[in-house]
């Protein structure tokens, strides 16, 4: 690697630069040289100034530079040029951020969508998914993670309510416009008649993708209008017809989807309107904003099917409030950050923007090919070897200094040489961003070559094949040669190196030597100044007003305290708080003797640093790719820290329908306990139509595990645990347990948490028969199902047969039964026979310990987590309440009801029965009541009951 980082990198300080500590000087009262603040040459309109200064004594003369136009000045400008350009970079970056996305819902069920990535300047197709329902659109909004949705006005209403957050019927306009606050997206509802196919189908045709490659062969129909000379070679790109462009594009995607080919028209039909927006039409801007470069069609079926609610369950992903109040310059634009998730253990390990997206897409994409798969644990396998360490640091340190490199192409090609980012450092410009790309990158592909165990790895063959050494340097070489970074840095605009360019480097002689001039013009003017006006007189040089003689402001009189003389009169250009400015005959003479010499440099930079920018382009789809490829390389390594980090082993994928973990662990709950026990798992899907029908499979494992215990045991954790191991095996990560053969899952479903929202009208037990209801209709014999207290949510005998029946169908399926895990507290449906014994059902417990002799309550029961064969007969559900401070009386009479319900006793009558207590104080009560009526009463009645009252009261007492 040290060869390549010593061959450009070389821009120490120049003579123009060194020359700064000298530049300004001046002189006191006995003539005395006095140093000055060191000047700094800075990319504004700043005033350069020197002073005279007449004191009180007349023979004597002092020279001072003028502060203000030097601090105050420079400070102002700065803050505003500085916000302006955050604020075009802040536009930049959300506008390479944008996923549009079109999605439209026909009548028949027929779902089309299409979506363009604005970074990546790809349009994206869908195959037409035929009898689709509003999940497939859930799924789609998951996939796809857009900016923008574009909605058809025709689309179907399930799937409109999906893409806004299911509103509830029959709200008003208002209530739902109100529930998109809080969406991720922006929704559009667009006519359909920009879903329209012919239409759609033109604006493609008119893309002109791939005409640039492979073979002229022009193909023309009748209708075709064809220009002149078209075939003489006098055109760059040779004539294409629309029938021509038709078959290109056919072969790039399937052009019958005509639901998806009419959502990429509402698609381009948006970019048109932005482009429109965003640039004054006619500026050659417009024609650099959301291009489409690339056409390609995505698909579902090659990943896992997995749905919010199940990543949401698992913790796959969460994301939560960011505590810092103001986000940092380029950061977080949702105010949002990874909370506590699966993929928060590798987001953190990421050092790259494209490493953390592309990382991210794998998490919302498992893959079912199982090439992938191992192709990405072969790589983290290697990079986990020990011989490997050093290497890997290595990469590691230098991705952390790589950027996106895909912005600062961006603003190459706009023309605009300002920063990748809101901070002032070096990395904040785009030519100390390239640069530091390629010589980092170039240090990766030496680490890569020297990489143990790479060989054959498709990612490390695709480092070594894109990372062109020989071009890389010559594009760090040329940017080297050209741009000064530290000047560049200091003055916060591209300064170009001596010896580019002759002319440049004269003007800048000549603008280095006005200092001296300055000096010496002050100095003339300070001697014709009356000695008794006492004044300070300062000669300043502005860039685009010339050469201006500043003086004190005399306050009453709105003036300068000296104007000049009827011989040489200073004409009054412009006011401060402290000063007046003139310009008299000097100042217009040395006004057009040197110009604008400042704006003539800067201008002449600009120009070169534009020619830079042209040749660097040059090298777009190399630095991009280098960028893309860099991202994915942080992907895996991110991937390798991870396992390496949370002692994760590596999975054996396999096509046979199980899942077989030794030692399994949950990667979250480790993280929050000291020890954790870990368990193994074993079970087995059906194994389709073409083998035997038999009720489990053919290594025996069961087809469903069902299992019981008591609260608090760990059955939900562990529940997780083996779906989240199943889910990070087709991410292609390693996985927490000490051994795993995990076979392909193509639908991870689940019905474990009840996510309720005002916004949803289902009660909670609705969702959750939602859940189930989605899983039975998705399950295939390949799926994982995760049902845990399925039932809970309505009356006991309802819950405990509705969950019997789920059960007892899953099972019937046989060979395309699903693999099953499930977790539930309804005994009666074993103590019932509702679930009859069977080879591929096995019921499992989580294993306590109770001691009945313990005084405290936390001590008679002990959770031990672990897993064994058979079901248990009680969830200890009274000593959890008493665990959790219910109150001993509560407790006691839950147990008292147990035990009597155990014992078949009828509760009705025993609990009508009431207490000695209350008994004695009915009798009582009767005891009055009898005594009163037998009473004749004539007059004062209230007199008679208080008598007796207080004879009832006193046999009470006595007895």
Not at 271 to 293: D, K, W, Y
Not at 316 to 323: F, G, L, V
Not at 388 to 417: E, M, P
Not at 553 to 562: H, I, N, P, S
Request: aromatic share 6%.
């Amino acid at each position: 690697m040290a060869p390549h980082r010593g061959r450009w990198r070389g821009c120490g300080q120049t003579a123009f630069s060194k020359r700064r500590a000298a530049r300004e000087t001046s002189c006191d009262s006995r003539g005395t040289p006095r140093s000055l603040t060191p000047y700094s040459r800075i990319a504004s309109r700043t005033p350069r100034s020197t002073s005279q200064e007449r004191n009180a004594t007349p023979s004597t003369v002092s020279c001072s530079h003028s502060a203000q136009p030097r601090t105050t000045a420079r400070r102002d400008y700065f803050d505003q040029l500085t916000e302006q350009q955050d604020t075009e970079f802040a536009a930049d970056v959300d506008t390479l951020a944008e996923v549009v996305m079109a999605v439209n819902m026909t009548e028949r069920g027929t779902i089309g969508c299409a979506y363009y990535v604005a970074w990546e300047e790809k349009l994206c197709f869908m195959e037409d998914a035929k009898q689709g329902s509003a999940d497939i659109v859930e799924a789609l909004k998951l996939f796809i993670e857009p900016t923008v949705v574009l909605v058809s006005t025709k689309c179907d209403e399930d799937a409109a309510a999906r893409l806004e957050g299911n509103p509830t019927p029959g709200s008003s306009d208002g209530d739902r416009r109100a529930g998109r606050a809080d969406l991720p997206y922006l929704i559009e509802n667009r006519p359909a008649v920009e879903f329209g196919y012919e239409s759609a189908k033109n604006k493609l045709i008119k893309l002109r993708i791939g005409e640039d490659g492979g073979p002229r062969v022009t193909f023309v129909v009748p209708g075709d209008v064809v220009p002149d000379h078209w075939n003489d070679g006098s055109y760059e790109t040779p004539f294409a017809g629309s029938q021509e462009r038709l078959l290109r594009l056919s072969s790039w995607i399937n052009l019958e989807s005509r639901t998806t080919v009419g959502c990429a028209g509402a698609v381009l039909s948006y970019l048109q309107r932005r482009r429109a927006t965003s640039c004054v039409p006619g500026h050659e801007a417009s024609a650099s904003m959301f291009l489409i470069n690339t056409v390609e069609m995505f698909s579902l079926v090659g990943s896992m099917f997995i749905n919010s609610d199940t990543l949401h369950s698992l913790q796959i992903m969460s994301t939560e409030s960011h505590p810092n109040i103001k986000p940092p310059s380029g950061g977080w634009a949702s105010g949002s950050k990874e909370g506590l998730s699966v993929y928060g253990l590798f987001h953190q390990q990421a050092k790259t923007t494209q490493g953390r997206a592309l990382l991210r897409q794998y998490f919302l994409r498992p893959s079912l090919n199982i090439e992938i798969i191992n192709e990405r644990l072969h790589t983290i396998e290697a990079f986990l070897r020990p011989e490997n360490t050093s290497c890997l640091g290595h990469i590691v340190d230098s991705l952390a200094k790589i950027k996106n490199i895909r912005l600062a192409v961006v603003n190459l090609r706009r023309g605009n040489s300002g920063g990748l980012d809101k901070n002032r450092g070096v990395s904040s410009s785009v030519w100390p961003s390239l640069r530091n790309f390629i010589y980092f990158a170039l240090g990766i592909r030496d680490s890569i070559e020297e990489l143990n165990g790479g060989e054959g790895l498709g990612l490390m063959t695709k480092i070594i094949e894109t990372f062109d050494k020989q071009e890389l340097v010559a594009v760090g070489h040329l940017i080297s040669s050209v741009v000064d970074f530290e000047s560049s840095r200091d003055q916060r605009r591209t300064v170009v190196l001596p010896g580019v360019d002759d002319e440049l480097d004269e003007a800048k002689r000549t603008y280095d030597g006005i200092e001296d001039l300055l000096s010496q013009v002050a100095r003339q003017i300070a001697e014709t100044v009356p000695a008794e006006l006492d004044t300070r007189i300062n000669v300043i040089f502005f860039p685009q007003i010339g050469f201006l003689i500043s003086t004190q402001l005399a306050k009453d009189l709105g003036r300068g305290v000296y104007e000049g003389t009827a011989e040489d009169v200073w004409e009054k250009m412009f006011v401060t708080e402290q000063n007046a400015y003139y310009k008299n005959t000097q100042m217009a003479e040395m006004d057009q003797y040197f110009g604008d010499i400042y704006g003539r440099i800067c201008d002449k930079e600009i120009e070169i640093v534009q020619e830079l920018a042209m040749r660097v382009l040059e090298h777009e789809d190399l630095l991009n790719t280098v960028s893309d490829v860099c991202g994915e390389l942080d992907s895996f390594v991110a991937l390798a820290r991870g396992a390496s980090l949370h002692n994760f082993c590596r999975p054996i994928m396999t096509s046979d329908n199980v899942v077989q973990v030794k030692g399994g662990r949950h990667p979250l709950q480790e993280l929050t306990v000291s020890s954790y026990v870990a368990n193994d798992s074993d079970i087995a899907g059906g194994e389709g139509e073409q083998t035997n029908n038999t009720e489990s499979s053919a290594d025996g494992g069961p087809r469903m595990v069902l299992m019981t215990g008591p609260n608090y045991s760990g059955k939900s954790v562990y529940l997780k645990q083996v779906a989240i191991i199943v889910f990070m095996a087709h991410v292609g990560s390693f996985v927490p347990a000490a051994a795993a053969t995990i076979g392909l899952t193509d639908k991870l479903l689940t019905r474990i948490s009840t996510r309720e929202s005002v916004s949803r009208f289902q009660s909670a037990f609705a969702i959750d028969l939602q859940q189930v209801s989605m899983a039975l209709n998705l399950a295939t014999r390949r799926s994982l199902l995760i049902i845990d207290e399925f039932g809970k949510g309505t009356e006991s005998n309802d819950g405990a047969g509705l969950a019997a029946g789920v059960f007892e169908h899953l099972l019937q399926r046989g060979t395309e039964c699903p693999k099953v895990l499930a977790a539930t507290h309804f005994h009666e449906i074993f103590e019932a026979g509702f679930l009859t014994p069977r080879r591929s059902l096995v019921f499992t417990h989580m294993e306590v310990r109770i001691d009945q002799e313990a005084t405290d309550v936390e001590g008679q029961v002990t959770y031990l987590y672990n897993i064994r064969q058979g079901r248990s007969s009680s969830s200890l559900g009274t000593y959890c309440a008493a665990m959790n401070g219910i109150d001993m009386a509560i407790v006691d009479r839950a147990e008292e009801l147990i035990l009597l319900m155990a014992r078949g006793e009828n509760l009705r009558e025993i609990c009508a029965e009431l207490p000695v207590n209350e008994l004695e104080e009915i009798t009582e009560a009767e005891a009055i009541a009898r005594a009163f009526l037998e009473v004749d009463i004539v007059d004062q009645p209230k007199k008679i009951l208080d008598d007796i009252l207080g004879m009832c009261t006193t046999e009470t007492e006595s007895t």
